[in-house]
């Protein structure tokens, strides 16, 4: 709070003599330092958000801030993102199998970016895990390959989001062996889900499920994380499984197969 009020209250400038010179600040972060960020700097905007664990405000205002400086509009980019996402659905077929594994590896991707900026929140590191985070994600896709057998797999996989997810959140320091056990778990589900699925072309289940990762790792630490938090993004991806479990439990019906005969 006085580290706030002494910001909001002085000008913020070069300084005219650096008494500690370092290599890295003369040659980089000096030089960086240009009158438009100054006053980009020194206007100041009253705001009540507040970056938290478990809603990083700060990463939608560090894009913001990249983008500005790089005179790169938000508009352009969301104009790109709307473009891939109607070549996406054309790409795929209205068939509630290939959705389903594209809504998986949607919460797949936010998931797994989850995971990471909860580690990162949790131990203040992540540079040296997020091999190990990886790799117990990737363990996990091989394990699940081996399932040949996967019933009900979109309620399992939005109780399993939504589940691990709170327990991660929950514990006031979850022990670091935890995020990889959960990591590998979102793999596991994920893969048994698409190896599961043979009466769709390994061609269409691939697109289907890249594309969903694709979109979910870039939204939700641009937009859903930062502005919503992970609670209700995570409460919103098992309302998504579990309606589109009851829709394929309802096509599937021995009723619905007959009506349509």
């Not at 206007?43 to 958000?49: F, K, N, P, R, S």
């Not at 938290?52 to 983008?67: G, S």
């Amino acid at each position: 709070g006085h580290a706030t009020f002494m910001a909001s209250n002085s000008i913020l400038h070069i300084p005219e003599k650096c008494h500690v010179p370092t290599e890295y600040l003369s040659s980089y972060i000096l030089p960086s330092i240009t009158k438009r960020r100054i006053e980009s700097v020194n206007t100041y905007t009253e705001t009540h958000l507040i970056n938290k664990t478990t809603k990083p405000i700060a990463l939608y205002f560090a894009l913001q801030n990249w983008m500005d400086t790089f005179d790169f509009s938000i508009i352009v980019l969301a104009v790109i993102l709307i473009c891939v996402l109607f070549l996406s659905i054309l790409i795929i077929p209205y068939r509630l199998s290939a959705i389903s594994v594209a809504t998986s590896g949607f919460t797949t991707g936010i998931y797994s970016v989850g995971i990471m900026l909860l580690y990162q929140a949790t131990f203040g590191s992540l540079y040296g895990e997020i091999t190990l985070l990886i790799f117990a994600l990737t363990l996990g896709f091989v394990a699940g390959s081996k399932i040949p057998f996967f019933p009900h797999s979109d309620l399992i996989i939005g109780l399993y989001t939504l589940g691990s997810f709170l327990l991660l959140i929950l514990l006031s320091h979850p022990p670091a062996p935890l995020f990889f056990i959960c990591h590998f778990g979102i793999g596991l589900l994920s893969s048994a889900q698409f190896t599961t699925r043979k009466k769709i072309s390994f061609g269409l289940l691939n697109t289907a499920d890249l594309l969903g990762g694709v979109f979910g790792m870039f939204l939700s630490s641009t937009v859903l994380f930062p502005i919503f938090g992970f609670v209700p993004v995570i409460s919103g991806l098992f309302c998504m499984k579990f309606f589109l479990a009851l829709l394929l439990n309802i096509f599937n019906s021995n009723v619905f197969q007959k009506y349509l005969n």
